[in-house]
């Protein structure tokens, strides 16, 4: 069982900068995917990143490549993600959440455990 809680959602303007936190409990962190998901009005959930063993070999949704960077450190139990250059279209609900690390999960349904989610709004 993963319990995980975001932080570090807020308002931010356009080109501006946010770093996102989760902190997962348990002691088996390290055998988990980490991904981020995010959920804007209207629309559904979508990935954004996602990290597997170390940070080798992340996957970036094509539309935050080169703006967003996710990170974790197996040693506090947390995954990052770093987003920068933001833009009013990046407004959502994240969300971070953990999967079976073997099966490199990228689908909503392959992540099994949940946060409950972070605001992010970007002005124009």
């Known amino acids: 069982q993963v319990q995980l809680v975001e932080s570090g959602g807020g308002l931010v303007q356009a080109g501006g900068s946010l770093r996102l936190s989760c902190a997962a409990s348990g002691r088996t962190f390290s055998m988990y995917a980490m991904g981020w998901f995010r959920q804007a009005p209207g629309k559904e959930r979508e990935i954004v990143a996602a990290?597997?063993?170390?940070?080798?070999?992340?996957y970036y949704a094509d539309s935050v490549k080169g703006r967003f960077t996710i990170s974790r450190d197996n040693t506090e139990n947390t995954v990052s993600l770093q987003m920068g250059s933001l833009k009013p279209e990046d407004t959502a609900v994240y969300y971070c959440?953990?999967?079976?690390?073997?099966?490199?999960?990228?689908?909503?349904?392959?992540?099994?455990?949940w946060g409950q989610g972070t605001q992010v709004t970007v002005s124009s």
């Open positions: 990290v597997y063993w170390g940070a080798d070999n992340p």
């Open positions: 959440a953990a999967g079976p690390i073997n099966k490199r999960p990228l689908l909503e349904n392959e992540f099994d455990y």
